[in-house]
């Protein structure tokens, strides 16, 4: 394996992980919104950390705490 193929794979177990663990991919996000919703501004990175806090301590029953 070449080295660009071993850094390309360890980028995507890097990505399936952060799924898997529930982190959310800011970099993921932007590329949605500017393919699926041209002219809207994306939240910036500290907004988007807010909202997945937001978004994940809201809804009852959602932690085992």
Not at 2 to 29: I, M, N, Q
Request: net charge positive; with cysteine; glycine share 6%.
């Amino acid at each position: 394996m070449t080295v660009a193929g071993f850094r390309e794979t360890l980028l995507r177990a890097a990505a399936v992980l952060r799924r898997v663990v529930g982190v959310p991919d800011y970099e993921r996000y932007v590329a949605h919104v500017r393919e699926c919703h041209p002219g809207t501004e994306p939240m910036t990175h500290r907004q988007f950390e807010e909202s997945r806090l937001h978004d994940k301590y809201s809804r009852p029953g959602q932690r085992c705490c």
